[in-house]
């Protein structure tokens, strides 16, 4: 295989030892990459007994294992390795998925055209037993096949694309950038990220409509890719398949949507939503009540009720005061050494 036209910074976030495996996982499936990341970042988020048990056990194997820095939370973690990292690309791998082989070889690859900015994969997610009746699918034994509410346990939903495309923006869970759009935007905002178990997010849906607009208005074209060849396995854990996940997640992506809106503009904020809701939901409803799946079609229908009012909820006033935008030179002074 051909050697991609970029090095790559792959960075894991890590909140707690309650997911070690899954964080073992995920650092043992980089290394096995065909193509060979220039480095590993761990980034470890307020938790002390983890950053020390994390040094330990990858440190030696030249992981670099590093504390959070910024803001308590996911984008913090981020941010703080978008400061160290030293490849041309930098890669997000959630700390509960596990990369496929070829993963990283078929994300970098779209970055032989210099107007590529970002590219994103596709996450499968792999449920504690068969997929639940609160988050349907039309293929509900396959296990590469996609739900309509899978975005609500952070993996690729139907409705998303099935080939390479430009899309809006990428899914935190498997995603990557050129270092440079952080240097030219700023990092991930701190205000609406996720912390620790909070379902609260988006931040990345911000970060993609964010470098589109700003590189829109310098005049230059950039393509944010959807790539379904990188390919990674996402861990649902117990509490996620469970209804009151589904209101809670739900609730929170409409309050993080209004948060969005107010930084970029709802115009981009809500771009691809309103297809979404349009086709692809009722589409699902219409299909399993035909199947006699009653609570699974109530999933749907609770879902969009839940995020429509966590949206309003968020356009009230003062309900988005806190969040603001992070400044691009808080991402640009990075170390010119890996220490």
Not at 194 to 223: D, F, H, S, V
Request: proline content about 6%; some cysteine; charged content about 25%.
């Amino acid at each position: 295989m051909s050697s991609p036209t970029v090095t790559a910074s792959v960075v894991i976030c890590v909140y707690t030892e309650k997911r070690w495996d899954d964080i073992v996982d995920a650092v043992e499936s980089v290394a096995a990459q065909d193509v060979p990341a220039a480095e590993t970042l761990v980034v470890v988020d307020h938790n002390a007994a983890l950053l020390a048990r994390a040094q330990e056990k990858f440190g030696p194997a030249g992981v670099r294992v590093l504390p959070n820095t910024n803001k308590q939370g996911l984008s913090g973690a981020r941010n703080t390795a978008i400061a160290e990292a030293v490849g041309d690309v930098i890669v997000f791998l959630d700390d509960d998925a596990k990369a496929r082989q070829g993963w990283l070889a078929a994300l970098l690859a779209p970055y032989s055209d210099p107007t590529v900015a970002a590219v994103g994969g596709i996450a499968h997610p792999r449920w504690p037993r068969n997929r639940p009746r609160v988050l349907p699918g039309s293929a509900p034994y396959d296990p590469n096949a996609t739900g309509e509410l899978d975005w609500i346990v952070g993996c690729t939903y139907t409705g998303q694309p099935t080939y390479q495309t430009e899309v809006r923006n990428l899914m935190g869970c498997n995603m990557s950038f050129r270092r440079e759009v952080f240097e030219r935007i700023g990092g991930f905002a701190e205000d609406i990220g996720r912390i620790g178990k909070n379902p609260l997010g988006c931040e990345e849906t911000e970060l993609c409509i964010r470098a589109r607009q700003a590189y829109t208005r310098a005049g230059e074209k950039i393509r944010i890719v959807f790539e379904p060849a990188a390919a990674v396995d996402h861990r649902v854990s117990v509490d996620r398949v469970e209804w009151a996940y589904l209101r809670r997640r739900s609730w929170a992506e409409g309050l993080s949507k209004a948060a969005v809106s107010k930084l970029v503009g709802s115009e981009d904020a809500l771009s691809t939503e309103r297809s979404y809701v349009a086709k692809v939901l009722p589409t699902a409803v219409l299909r399993e009540l035909r199947e006699g799946r009653v609570s699974s079609a109530a999933a749907v229908v609770t879902a969009l009720a839940c995020t429509t009012a966590g949206y309003v909820r968020g356009k009230l006033p003062g309900a988005t005061a806190g969040v603001h935008l992070p400044a691009a030179e808080n991402t640009s002074a990075r170390p010119t050494s890996g220490g």
